[in-house]
């Protein structure tokens, strides 16, 4: 495979190697998964007698199979038909699309809806009317999961970019649903609208997960590089350097935020995707629009997969083409992020530091999901060897 301009950004000290590896992971980890034109929710780790690993798959997932599409399409054709048991990203989508009468998640039809513009799906019109009645349908004061919000312009970005059907009311209702769930903040809340709803607890209300700055980052930068938008630019630049800032010492991307002033409210887990895929992805889409090129976090991001304070166990298995899907607290019941989100709702700042030795990251977390894989080749190939 072409190296493409992402990877080729990264020198030897930056683990170029270990990325073109992942890579590789990736496409050979992919099949094992793919079953009928669908993906498996996930492939979890199961231990023999012997102590050896193998990866049982279960259950079904529309979303992550449209997030492997997008990932896929990123590769030449024979390479996508070796990820996808001789099928191609088109193939993928346009199962996807087959479906969608029945979908009513806005994040699914949003991500089969970029899909369908970035493979160049001939039933994109479908798509775009799905998630245009879906996106109408919000209410000035209804709640929406701010990861949904931005699928919902990145893909309205990526039709617009594909010279599509016209998606420009999703895009600008979107993009101010976005600008506007960033005004009062340093980063991003888990949901955008009214501060009280139904979609999370009243002590969780100030947080975000680290999902919910990366995809808003991304979707914005888009829409800059697509539109020359310098609000939108603003707010993505906003975000990235408040995740940067956060960043933990040996590279962690923590996972939960206080969003009133970017402080870490709870650090664990810390995910395998976020560390090789969704955090390149996004800071170097930003990079793409004219914003800030952060090589370095980036790069300490990837060295936390190699070699990590939490855990000596591995979290990439050449052997069963998958990474570990996270390093995590022994804490099955989440109690330390439960009492961190009302602590700091009540006194920002505090930390409840007795929870640290009663629930150490000791934890992995030994499954991997399909999205992971394909978020990898997005981040790392999307654009291709000329962009």
């Not at 079953?35 to 498996?40: H, T, W, Y």
């Not at 279960?58 to 492997?68: F, K, L, N, W």
């Amino acid at each position: 495979m072409s190296t493409s301009r992402r990877m080729a950004l990264l020198s030897p000290a930056t683990h170029a190697d270990f990325v073109a590896e992942m890579v590789d992971l990736s496409v050979a980890g992919l099949p094992p998964g793919y079953v009928d034109g669908e993906f498996v929710f996930t492939r979890r780790g199961v231990r023999g007698a012997d102590g050896t690993w193998t990866a049982r798959p279960e259950g079904r997932s529309v979303r992550y199979a449209a997030i492997v599409a997008l990932g896929v399409n990123t590769l030449p054709e024979e390479r996508q038909r070796e990820a996808l048991s001789g099928d191609t990203a088109l193939d993928l989508t346009g199962h996807l699309i087959k479906g969608l009468p029945a979908r009513d998640g806005l994040g699914d039809v949003a991500l089969i809806c970029w899909a369908a513009a970035e493979t160049g799906h001939s039933d994109l019109g479908a798509a775009v009317d799905r998630l245009a009645a879906l996106e109408s349908a919000i209410g000035p004061q209804d709640q929406v999961f701010t990861v949904e919000a931005a699928w919902a312009l990145a893909a309205a970005v990526a039709v617009r970019a594909a010279g599509g059907p016209m998606a420009d009311a999703v895009l600008e209702r979107s993009r101010e649903r976005l600008l506007r769930g960033l005004r009062q903040d340093r980063l991003y809340r888990h949901t955008l609208g009214p501060a009280s709803g139904p979609l999370v607890p009243w002590y969780r209300a100030h947080v975000g997960c680290f999902a919910d700055q990366v995809y808003p980052l991304q979707a914005l930068a888009r829409l800059h590089r697509l539109a020359g938008d310098p609000d939108a630019l603003a707010a993505a630049e906003r975000v990235a350097a408040g995740i940067c800032a956060a960043q933990g010492p040996e590279g962690q991307w923590w996972w939960h935020y206080d969003a009133r002033s970017g402080a870490v409210v709870e650090g664990f887990p810390v995910y395998s995707v976020h560390q090789l895929a969704m955090g390149p992805m996004a800071l170097l889409d930003l990079a793409d629009a004219g914003g800030g090129l952060r090589l370095q976090e980036i790069a300490l991001g990837l060295g936390w997969m190699l070699d990590r304070p939490e855990t000596q166990e591995r979290m990439v298995l050449p052997e069963l083409a998958l990474t570990w899907r996270k390093a995590a607290r022994e804490d099955p019941r989440k109690v330390v992020r439960g009492a961190r989100a009302a602590a700091t709702r009540v006194r920002p700042g505090a930390r409840l530091g007795v929870l640290d030795r009663v629930y150490p990251p000791v934890a992995v977390d030994r499954e991997c999901r399909p999205y992971e894989l394909g978020w990898l080749l997005y981040a790392w190939l999307f654009g291709g060897a000329d962009r």
